[in-house]
């Protein structure tokens, strides 16, 4: 991600600073920062930590976004229903340790930012239609916390097998089409 937004930067003639940082890794003497960016992670931090630590390194006038993405029920996204279905199968230990733990959840994140410095919200998002082929749902999913190639262990081929096979069962040929809203909330500063 953080390659495609230099490039974008670049392309743009924009002068920025890109710094990638875990929320456990932040520290008071970092930044200070204009803009934190969190991409479908922020479930899985101590949002209400993460958010004091921001206060303390983004400017005034600075803010956080927080993205995220959402398939609709379509018939397009039934693939999306497959390996939601593999993925709790093969994940589901790590799903267990990760409630156990109080981890994760994706309760909406507006009662978080109204609790922080960053209240003040807005959102944008867009809706795409994109062709997918097997392998980048395979991709996906081993892109995941839960069903990371580590994550999974032995259980990484035969998991890969079974999404496969499913995947397969939906579509011969191997090709996809994905309809996704790509969202992004905007949080800053009450002025």
Known sequence: ????????????????NFSQRGSAELTGSDGPFRLAVIGRAFHW????????????IITPGGGVALLHDAHPPLEENNWYKVLGKVTEKYGRARMAHVKERGEGGHRRYESFLFA?????????????RRALTEDDIVGRAF?????????????AAPFEIE????????????????????AAVLARRPE
């Open 1 to 16: 991600m953080l390659e495609a937004a230099r490039a974008a930067a670049a392309a743009e003639g924009l002068k920025i």
């Open 45 to 56: 931090m101590d949002r209400p930590a993460t958010l004091a630590m921001l206060d303390r």
């Open 116 to 128: 922080s410095t960053f209240a003040r919200i807005d959102g944008l998002s867009v809706t795409i």
């Open 143 to 155: 892109s995941t916390s839960i069903c990371a190639r580590d994550a999974l262990g032995e259980r």
């Open 163 to 182: 999404l496969r096979a499913a995947l397969r069962e939906l579509s011969p040929d191997g090709r996809f089409a994905e309809v996704a809203e790509l």
